[in-house]
């Protein structure tokens, strides 16, 4: 069984008060750790299912900040360094960003959603952020290479950053980071692991040649 399938198996075998518990003392070990953190804003957090497993968004009424599948091994720290670089702290709610967010997933992976409309507020460097916008612009259905991609923000020398910026991303999906893979044609990395990157990317590629939405 692959860890893509203990993934999903383990969502469907988690009761729902036990996944909201697992977000919760996720958020509260982020507090513990930056005690003394003085953040004067608070920002939404909330988990949902997918195909690929219980996934997590975080943001405002404004735009969207954080979507990822839940890890255990991850989750603290991508929380953390989302409160850190907006200097605000999460908490479960709803919020507009994270509604949106949910709904386009959902329409997503019925394959009725191509593109998204839901504002991302990506934050980062300004190379991180060049990296991330021109990522929204690799179609459907379609790939890069991460050697393609720097030349694409005019750093062709610069294809082991753009990767690691790549990894980086904190809006999985919705800035494609899984369409971009090695030159060779090769899958390369993905921080959500590679079989939810070989899923995504058959996924997309049945749905341009007319096959159903996600089991």
Not at 29 to 54: C, H, N, S, V, Y
Not at 61 to 84: G, P, T, W, Y
Not at 134 to 163: M, Q
């Amino acid at each position: 069984m692959s860890e893509l399938d203990d993934a999903t198996r383990d969502a469907a075998g988690t009761s729902r008060n036990d996944k909201e518990n697992m977000v919760a003392e996720a958020l509260a070990a982020t507090r513990r750790i930056q005690k003394d953190m003085d953040f004067p804003l608070t920002l939404q957090a909330d988990w949902f299912e997918t195909p690929l497993g219980t996934a997590l968004a975080a943001g405002g009424n404004d735009c969207l900040h954080l979507l990822c599948f839940i890890e255990k091994a991850s989750l603290v720290r991508k929380m953390a360094l989302v409160q850190k670089n907006l200097k605000a702290w999460l908490e479960l709610g709803k919020s507009d960003s994270v509604e949106s967010a949910k709904r386009e997933l959902s329409e997503y992976f019925d394959g009725t959603r191509r593109t998204f409309e839901t504002p991302a507020g990506l934050n980062g460097t300004v190379f991180q952020r060049r990296v991330w916008d021109e990522l929204r612009t690799v179609p459907y259905g379609e790939t890069i290479s991460y050697s393609g991609l720097a030349v694409a923000i005019g750093k062709p020398a610069a294809f082991r950053a753009v990767a690691q910026a790549n990894a980086q991303n904190p809006v999985a999906i919705i800035v494609p980071c899984h369409r971009v893979i090695n030159a060779d044609g090769s899958l390369g990395g993905y921080s959500a692991g590679v079989e939810r990157k070989q899923w995504l990317l058959d996924f997309e590629k049945r749905i341009l040649e007319g096959g159903g939405k996600a089991g």
